[in-house]
């Protein structure tokens, strides 16, 4: 029996699991304030808030897409990392959404909570491992590389957090375990920090890990549905190698100059 493969799948299920018992056990009341991350928390050295607040959801629909998240991503990250590096980048892309949030939110009464900036972080890991891998958006439902996906959805965070909106999202939290999961893998990995400094996105253009390869299901309702995904899928392959190209000439002129 291969017990390391069991222990790995029920490491990220225990992870699931107890967001949801708490989600569903720890009444909100003036208790959430002891384990919320608040600045004013961080200032009185209450430190487990910088973990306790990522089991903390403030609604079933905010635990479910996190915990489908993590289910989602997860299963192929910790398959690739292993349990204890798994754990790491999980509660280090936390943490480290906490820090980024708390940087800039200093003298803010506003607590936050939420595993969200965790499981940014294992996306974020996801990509870097299978950026060839294929997902299917739901709204517009169209087929994005994970790389590709996953740039665009910094990308929104950002413009999120700096433009005027007030959405009552952490985006910094977000941000802040895309960045360290990043980090942490690339730097993991044996790369420089010069290195990743100077071609940042190098490590989305390596080949999808042959053992851990995604196939996603091409079913559809109707063949004519099944026939247009065909067609879409054909013309992203011709557009991402034209990209490739290109970006291959640029590595090349780097190089000369």
């Given at each position: 029996?291969?017990?390391?493969?069991?222990?790995?799948?029920?490491?990220?299920?225990?992870?699931?699991?107890?967001?949801?018992?708490?989600?569903?056990?720890?009444?909100?009341?003036?208790?959430?304030?002891q384990v919320a991350l608040s600045s004013y928390g961080?200032?009185?050295?209450?430190?487990?808030?910088?973990?306790?607040?990522?089991?903390?959801?403030?609604?079933?629909?905010?635990?479910?897409?996190?915990?489908?998240?993590?289910?989602?991503?997860?299963?192929?990250?910790?398959?690739?990392?292993?349990?204890?590096?798994?754990?790491?980048?999980?509660?280090?892309?936390?943490?480290?959404?906490?820090?980024?949030?708390?940087?800039?939110?200093?003298?803010?009464?506003?607590?936050?909570?939420?595993?969200?900036?965790?499981?940014?972080?294992?996306?974020?890991?996801?990509?870097?491992?299978?950026?060839?891998?294929?997902?299917?958006?739901?709204?517009?439902?169209?087929?994005?590389?994970?790389?590709?996906?996953?740039?665009?959805?910094?990308?929104?965070?950002?413009?999120?957090?700096?433009?005027?909106?007030?959405?009552?999202?952490?985006?910094?939290?977000?941000?802040?375990?895309?960045?360290?999961?990043?980090?942490?893998?690339?730097?993991?990995?044996?790369?420089?920090?010069?290195?990743?400094?100077?071609?940042?996105?190098?490590?989305?253009?390596?080949?999808?890990?042959?053992?851990?390869?995604?196939?996603?299901?091409?079913?559809?309702?109707?063949?004519?549905?099944?026939?247009?995904?065909?067609?879409?899928?054909?013309?992203?392959?011709?557009?991402?190698?034209?990209?490739?190209?290109?970006?291959?000439?640029?590595?090349?002129?780097?190089?000369?100059?």
């Amino acid at each position: 029996m291969n017990t390391r493969h069991k222990f790995d799948v029920n490491c990220l299920q225990i992870l699931i699991g107890l967001n949801v018992l708490i989600f569903f056990l720890l009444p909100k009341s003036g208790f959430w304030w002891q384990v919320a991350l608040s600045s004013y928390g961080i200032k009185s050295l209450k430190l487990w808030q910088l973990v306790s607040y990522q089991f903390l959801h403030g609604s079933l629909t905010h635990l479910c897409f996190n915990m489908w998240g993590l289910y989602l991503f997860g299963r192929y990250v910790l398959k690739q990392m292993g349990t204890q590096r798994f754990l790491t980048l999980y509660f280090l892309s936390g943490i480290s959404g906490a820090l980024l949030w708390l940087l800039f939110n200093w003298n803010s009464r506003v607590p936050v909570i939420g595993a969200s900036g965790a499981v940014f972080g294992v996306m974020m890991a996801a990509a870097l491992y299978f950026p060839e891998m294929r997902i299917m958006l739901l709204i517009p439902p169209i087929p994005l590389k994970l790389r590709t996906f996953v740039l665009i959805y910094a990308a929104i965070e950002i413009f999120s957090e700096f433009s005027a909106m007030q959405s009552g999202i952490a985006h910094l939290a977000h941000l802040g375990g895309f960045l360290a999961a990043y980090l942490y893998i690339r730097l993991s990995s044996g790369e420089s920090l010069g290195a990743v400094l100077k071609h940042p996105l190098a490590a989305f253009n390596r080949p999808t890990h042959q053992s851990l390869s995604y196939r996603p299901t091409t079913g559809t309702p109707s063949e004519i549905n099944r026939k247009t995904f065909e067609i879409i899928m054909s013309e992203i392959e011709k557009l991402e190698h034209e990209n490739s190209q290109a970006t291959d000439v640029m590595d090349q002129e780097d190089k000369q100059a």
